[in-house]
């Protein structure tokens, strides 16, 4: 059984589960942990573009390079979503300040689907992977970046979606301290 947690703040449900980004049929959008260039790579990137296939990279190549903290949306071709949006997280001890950068990927996500008046998101813990920042402060700015997002109107629902039962357990823990 997958694990899974949410509560309600204020009209939207908050969410997190344990599972797979690509595996998110219910959701309007999923959110990439993306490179500047857009393209394939490893983690999140890799699984995003070997299931939406070969067209995602074709609508990424003139939206490319981004900066840390920016957001794009595209179609999402062969999953099950109506959209992904690319964000590019900070690598962690580099692109400074970093938790800055990360809120900045939070909340650009969060705007974009509300001009795209999605219902509902699921992000991965950007950054955490590849790019190494730690999931316990990753985890804080995450929730933080809900909790001052003041733009909610359409969506319902913002899922976080962790691999590994130890990641679910604390963004699970961090979700309950920050937004209930
Ligand atoms: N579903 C949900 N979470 C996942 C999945 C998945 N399928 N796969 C990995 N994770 P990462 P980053 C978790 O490295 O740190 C790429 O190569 C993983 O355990 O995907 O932002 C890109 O091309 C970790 O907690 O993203 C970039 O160059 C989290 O997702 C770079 O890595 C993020 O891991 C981006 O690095």
């Known amino acids: 059984m997958p694990m899974r947690n949410s509560l309600q703040f204020g009209s939207v449900k908050i969410e ?10 219910d959701m309007d959008a999923i959110v990439n942990a993306a490179n500047a260039q857009l393209m394939p790579g490893g983690g999140v990137a890799g699984a995003i573009h070997s299931k939406a296939g070969p067209g995602l990279a074709r609508e990424c190549k003139p939206l490319a390079p981004i900066r840390q903290g920016e957001a794009v949306i595209t179609g999402a071709h ?3 979503n109506k959209h992904v949006i690319h964000c590019l997280g900070p690598v962690y001890g580099i692109d400074r300040p970093e938790d800055k950068l990360l809120a900045n990927c939070y909340r650009n996500a969060l705007s974009l689907a509300e001009a795209n008046a999605l219902q509902s998101i699921a992000f991965p813990a950007i950054s ?10 990753a985890a804080k700015v995450s929730f933080a970046s809900i909790r001052d ?17 130890q990641d679910w357990e604390l963004f699970s823990r961090v979700m309950e301290e920050i937004l209930s």
Do not use: K, M
């Not at 997190?16 to 049929?25: E, F, H, S």
């Not at 955490?128 to 402060?137: E, I, K, N, R, S």
């Not at 997002?149 to 359409?154: H, V």
């Open 128 to 137: 955490t992977g590849t790019f190494g920042y730690p999931l316990g402060p």
């Open 16 to 25: 997190c589960l344990q599972g797979d980004i690509t595996n998110q049929p």
């Open 78 to 80: 062969d999953l099950p």
């Open 149 to 165: 997002f003041n733009a909610f109107r359409n969506l319902q629902h913002v899922r976080f979606v962790l691999w590994s039962e």
